[in-house]
């Protein structure tokens, strides 16, 4: 088992940036592959990033080039650096852990990002 709780998100201007950082607490976090997803309303939830156990990182088309995953395995934390933000990027965006073996996931509460002037 693993428990994720988001830290930051708020209010930010079109072309600004904003972190988020997601603590992890209850397992071996190294061995988990972490993501961030996000889910607008009326929309279905989508992946924004991911980065391996071992460290490789994917994105999605939309965020390359503005947005950086990485991870923390000492603090167990995740973090989502997001730059250039466009009104497109709000969202409600969620930490996820996906267990190596089993492929069960797991979702902290999600936090709000709104991108607007």
């Known amino acids: 088992q693993i428990q994720l709780v988001e830290l930051g998100g708020g209010l930010v201007q079109p072309g600004g940036s904003l972190g988020l950082s997601c603590a992890a607490s209850?397992?071996?976090?190294?061995?988990?592959?972490m993501g961030w997803y996000r889910q607008a309303p009326g929309e279905q939830r989508e992946l924004v990033a991911t980065?391996?156990?071992?460290?490789?990182?994917n994105y999605a088309d939309s965020v390359k080039g503005r947005f950086t995953i990485s991870r923390d395995n000492a603090k167990k934390r995740v973090s989502l650096q997001m730059n250039s933000l466009k009104p497109e990027d709000t969202a409600v965006y969620y930490c996820?852990?996906?267990?190596?073996?089993?492929?069960?996931?797991?979702w902290g509460q999600g936090t709000q990002v709104t991108v607007s002037s």
């Open positions: 996820n852990a996906r267990h190596p073996w089993t492929g069960r996931n797991y």
């Open positions: 209850g397992s071996i976090f190294s061995l988990y592959d």
């Open positions: 980065i391996a156990s071992g460290g490789s990182t």
